[in-house]
Nanobody, 128 residues
Framework: VQLQASGGGLVQAGGSLRLSCVASGRTFSRYSMGWFRQAPGKEREVVAVIKWDSGRTDYSASVKGRFTISRDNAKNTVYLQMNSLRLEDTAVYYC??????????????????????WGQGTQVTVSS
């Protein structure tokens, strides 16, 4: 599986960005997807997860109400719409595909070990 993330950049606080991640290599529609992020000096953390059929989504407390994860299985793409960005959202953002098909767990219980394939990361920098 190959995951190609894009859409990062520099944005002012309060602004918006949309990240995209295109998957190739296996049947995308069978796998839950997640977005993670890693800020300098911090561990990588889960941001949002989406079930393989878009039937469920979940978010970390820090982004709930501001970020929206979605997917288009026809395009093998998962998105992360980020609104009302804050300085503390600055990080490298990674998309990831679940290790097993038809497996979903919420953001609060998701760990890196639940995901078997990772994108290369895209930098999001929020300035004041």
């Amino acid at each position: 599986v190959q995951l190609q993330a894009s859409g990062g950049g520099l944005v002012q606080a309060g602004g918006s960005l949309r990240l995209s991640c295109v998957a190739s290599g296996r049947t995308f529609s069978r796998y839950s997807m997640g977005w993670f992020r890693q800020a300098p000096g911090k561990e990588r953390e889960v941001v949002a997860v989406i079930k393989w059929d878009s039937g469920r989504t979940d978010y970390s407390a820090s982004v709930k109400g501001r970020f929206t994860i979605s997917r288009d299985n026809a395009k093998n793409t998962v998105y992360l719409q980020m609104n009302s960005l804050r300085l503390e959202d600055t990080a490298v953002y990674y998309c990831a595909e679940a290790k097993d098909p038809y497996y979903y767990t919420g953001a609060g219980s998701s760990t890196e070990s639940d995901f078997g394939s990772w994108g290369q990361g895209t930098q999001v920098t929020v300035s004041s």
